[in-house]
């Protein structure tokens, strides 16, 4: 591996830019939701009609995320539910056919739930699961389409795993995505998801162009995968972070890009070896856009942690997780 490339990641990116303040995230009264599930939305064009969009991975995650996000907002309209803060609202995974991901999370007793699904363009048939902290299943949805959707209401707090399939079976596979919300949930503005998104997306692409350039045989970067989730979006209050846990990150070279939307001015990333208890890699630098390039151990598991260290109130945190690409 050219080593030269892991020192180069650290300042290929110069910032996010924007000056737009953040709108407030906003708590969102209790209601009882439509019986109808929500609309899945027309594709997005925002991240698309940017340049970096030319990165094929990066182009399939934004029509998951584009979707899910677009229909969990039309759902809020409607609802009143909120996108649920208490850890990674919305999550992704590259699935290949009859693969599946899962996520074990806090929920809330007594508190209404509502768990939307859907995939990239070629993705037919997800599956919703939850199974309560015994590990017995609550709620599913295995409707033959692409946009599962589960209700519940926990009857005791706890953590709940969440599973979502793609249970076409044969060869070939594609992004899927949840978003979970919750009754009194935060609601988030669509450019608060713009913003974020948007400026992840595009670091990742940087990273991708300049991996492929500097690393003979390689096709840049591509997103995590191996029934693991490789995309985060999160709430994150001013000075609040967040670990996610049990990665088994691919070597010869891993790369962890973290952005937030304009009302967050300093966020850090930070990658532990948990298998040695060691720090891997960290960007404590005084920026929103933070990036960690490591050479994974194999066979060892790697905790992310993010924080919102500085800003200007709570904001969307999304995280990336990518693999070099070599065929």
Not at 48 to 61: I, N, Q, V, Y
Not at 66 to 77: D, H, K, L, N, W
Not at 91 to 100: H, I, P, Q, S
């Amino acid at each position: 591996m050219n080593r030269a490339v892991v020192p180069l990641l650290f300042a290929c990116f110069t910032g996010c830019g924007g000056s737009s303040e953040g709108l407030p995230l906003s708590p969102r009264a209790p209601a009882t939701p439509p019986a109808q599930s929500p609309e899945t939305p027309s594709e997005p064009t925002n991240a698309e009609d940017d340049e970096k969009s030319a990165w094929r991975p990066g182009r399939f995650m934004t029509q998951a995320v584009g979707r899910v996000t677009g229909a969990a907002q039309r759902f809020e309209q409607q609802s009143r539910f909120g996108f649920d803060e208490d850890a990674s609202c919305v999550l992704g995974a590259f699935l290949e056919n009859g693969r599946e991901v899962s996520v074990t999370r806090p929920l809330r007793a007594g508190v209404r739930y509502v768990i939307l699904g859907g995939g990239s363009d070629g993705v037919e048939d997800l599956d919703l699961a939850v199974e309560s902290p015994e590990g017995r299943v609550v709620a599913a949805d295995t409707m033959d389409d692409a946009q599962p959707v589960v209700e519940l209401t926990p009857p005791k707090e706890g953590k709940y795993r969440i599973r979502l399939a793609n249970a076409k079976k044969g060869e070939g596979g594609g992004f899927g995505v949840v978003a979970i919300m919750r009754e009194g949930g935060l609601s988030i503005p669509v450019n608060r998801f713009v913003e974020s998104f948007g400026r992840t997306l595009s670091n990742a692409a940087q990273a991708s162009h300049l991996v492929a350039r500097r690393m003979k045989g390689s096709q840049g970067l591509a997103f995590h995968a191996d029934g693991e989730w490789s995309f985060f979006g999160t709430i994150l209050a001013e000075e609040e972070n967040i670990r996610t846990g049990g990665l088994e990150l691919e070597a010869p070279l891993s790369v962890i890009l973290a952005g937030a939307d304009a009302a967050a001015d300093d966020v850090n990333l930070e990658v532990l070896d948990a298998t040695t208890n060691e720090i891997a890699g960290r960007d404590d630098a005084d920026d929103a856009a933070p990036v960690v390039a490591l050479e994974p151990t194999k066979g060892h598991t790697y905790k992310v942690s993010v924080a919102n260290v500085k800003g200007r109130g709570t904001s969307l945190v999304t995280m990336l997780v990518l693999d070099l690409d070599v065929p």
